[in-house]
Structure formats: C-alpha cells, structure tokens
C-alpha cells in the first residue's frame, strides 16, 4: 500500500498568509463569500469526519452517480498517470482507481490534512484503492512539472478555490498535451419552478440539517449555497476554461441542472505549432 500522504512527497507548507493575500486581491473571487485559504481549510478540518455522511445524505446519494458519470467520460492510456484535485476525501480519486487500466497511477491532491486523513483510511488491500496515492498541496500551484498527467479532475471543489482561474490554470498546465480537464461542480437548475424550488432547499433546508450535523462549525453549510450560488456555471464557466487555455471545451447538465459536467483538452502540440504559424 502506497504509504501515508505525509511520507510520499517533501514539500514547503502551504502559506496560509500568502493564500489569503492572493484572494484580497483576486479579480475572480466570488463576491461576498469569505474563499480565504486560512477560512475553507478550517472550516473543512470541522467538518471532516462527517463529510461523506452529510454529501450523501442532502444529495440523496445521487453525488454517486455524477461522479460515476464524470469517470465516464475519462479516456485513459495505459501507463500514464492521473491527478484528483481538490480531492477532499478522496471518493472520485477512488472511482478514478477502479476505472483505470492497472498500470495507470492515480493520484488525489487536496489542501486539507483532515480530508486527506479520513481519504488514506479509504485505501483497502487488494483493491484497485491500494495504490492510489494523497498528498498535500494547494490546487493554486501544484507541486508538479508541467506536461504530467493524461487526465485532471476536479468535483465539487473548484468553487472552493480562492482564484477560480488560477486553480484551472495550474490544471492545464499539469496535464499532457491532448489530455483532457474534467470538472464535476453544483450549478443552477434553469427550470422554472425547479430553480425555485432548488434555491429554497438550498438555502433554507440544506444549512438547517447540515447545522444539525456539523454542530462545531454552523456555518459550513450555509457557505455551501453561498458559494454554489454565486460560482459560475454553464456557458459562463465553459468560457474559463477556454480561457485558462483549453480547447473542445463542453458542458453537459445532469438531474435537471443541478449538476454538471464540464470537459475541456489541453491544446496537443501540433495545434499549438499551427497557432504558431509552424507547420
């Protein structure tokens, strides 16, 4: 079994006060939610051990299936490695696992020691789990070279990222040539009535029960339709990605819109050469 997220990778602490600066002048913060790197990762450490409990049960269980379909939609190679960010407790880095070819290492990078904690725990011998390998680092600058991995996802968490665009950037740039980015976030449903409805039970119901779970940090879930509410979606966020550089950009709503799958490719060489007037 691939050893603990602490023994795998030497690497400099994360600058809680650098982080925070970054977001006080972050063009692409959201408005009038607190993404400060020192306020998610605490309030995350809170809520770690119920985590899994309270997503499953507010989502109804369904954040299972649009994590099965977000793994769908991965084409993966034989040999070439891939990276989870944001990975929290490490459920798509373990649905990635057992998809994947044998030989294709998966790893799950998240900022949050308590999330990656409970995620090591997850690991079972024998399993495709068994190798998968966490480690700590800011998703705003991944402790990777560039041109790394085939396939880097993202679910539920880059909404929690104080520089949306810079979290998208550093995805690009890890990943291979002609590999492709996939994110798996909340979004709001377009349906009238639905939009309604949805907007009611998220920001009425789900931080009431959330509060009954997470009793040591009441605020955690009312930051959840905060930050859902305000964080682009749709056409909007499809055009960040493409401005992050990737190209082939779509996006493909699930459970009237509540959710959505975005799916983008880092350009290959050969339409970078092209771009460049090369042949």
């Not at 084409?75 to 960010?85: K, Y």
């Not at 294709?104 to 390998?133: W, Y």
């Not at 409805?197 to 940090?217: E, H, S, T, V």
């Not at 339709?225 to 950009?249: H, K």
Request: glycine share 8%; net charge neutral.
């Amino acid at each position: 079994m691939t050893a603990s997220v602490f023994e795998q990778h030497e690497m400099a602490p994360i600058d809680n006060d650098s982080a925070d600066r970054d977001s006080a002048g972050d063009d692409s913060a959201v408005p009038g939610v607190d993404k400060s790197g020192t306020r998610v990762r605490e309030m995350f450490r809170q809520i770690a051990p119920r985590y899994d409990a309270m997503n499953h049960l507010l989502s109804l269980s369904i954040d299972r299936y649009w994590r099965w379909r977000a793994v769908r939609r991965l084409r993966m190679e034989p040999n070439h490695p891939v990276l989870d960010t944001c990975t929290g407790t490490g459920d798509l880095a373990i649905a990635i696992a057992k998809k994947a070819p044998p030989s294709v290492h998966v790893m799950g990078s998240d900022f949050c020691t308590a999330m990656l904690e409970i995620a090591c725990q997850k690991r079972r011998p024998g399993k495709s789990s068994e190798n998968i390998e966490f480690i700590e680092a800011d998703s705003q600058a991944l402790p990777f070279p560039e041109n790394t991995f085939q396939c880097v996802t993202v679910a539920f968490g880059l909404r929690n990222v104080t520089d949306t665009d810079q979290g998208l950037r550093e995805m690009v740039r890890v990943c291979t040539a002609g590999g492709q980015v996939v994110v798996l976030e909340f979004s709001q449903p377009r349906m009238i009535g639905l939009r309604q409805l949805y907007g009611f039970y998220f920001r009425i119901i789900l931080p009431r029960i959330g509060q009954w779970f997470a009793r040591n940090d009441k605020s955690a879930y009312k930051y959840l339709p905060e930050s859902v509410g305000q964080f682009p979606d749709g056409q909007t966020l499809a055009d960040r990605m493409t401005a992050a550089g990737m190209v082939q950009v779509r996006f493909t709503p699930m459970t009237f819109g509540v959710a959505t799958i975005y799916e983008g490719k880092k350009p290959s060489v050969r339409n970078e050469l092209m771009k460049q007037g090369q042949p």
